[in-house]
Nanobody, 123 residues
Framework: QVQLVESGGGLVQAGGSLRLSCAAS????????MGWFRQAPGKTREFVGA???????EYADSVTGRFTISRDNGKETVSLQMNSLNSEDTAVYYC?????????????????WGQGTQVTVSS
């Protein structure tokens, strides 16, 4: 089992940047595939991006070219660098962990979730 804690959310102007972090504790972090999801008010949770234990990444079309996911197995953290933010990026952002995830965009594939961190982009 792994515990996840997100940080780094806040208020940013459109066009700005934020870096979210997710700290993991518990079972060996390096075995997990890590995903980032977000949920805006009145909307369902959606996939943002993910990084496999191998380091390969996948992103939603809406964030490709603007967001970058990285991981530091030594520090047991995964980060989400968000650039060129716009109002549609406003949401609660969650990190998630799973082992041998088949479909990275599938939220059901991740049994472990953080509590979320709020990102608000002002226009």
């Amino acid at each position: 089992q792994v515990q996840l804690v997100e940080s780094g959310g806040g208020l940013v102007q459109a066009g700005g940047s934020l870096r979210l972090s997710c700290a993991a504790s518990g079972r060996t972090f390096s075995v997990y595939d890590m995903g980032w999801f977000r949920q805006a008010p009145g909307k369902t949770r959606e996939f943002v991006g993910a990084i496999r234990r191998t380091g390969s990444t996948e992103y939603a079309d809406s964030v490709t070219g603007r967001f970058t996911i990285s991981r530091d197995n030594g520090k047991e953290t995964v980060s989400l660098q968000m650039n060129s933010l716009n109002s549609e990026d406003t949401a609660v952002y969650y990190c998630a962990a799973g082992i041998f995830v088949r479909e990275l965009a599938g939220s059901d594939e991740y049994p472990y979730w953080g509590q979320g961190t709020q990102v608000t982009v002002s226009s």
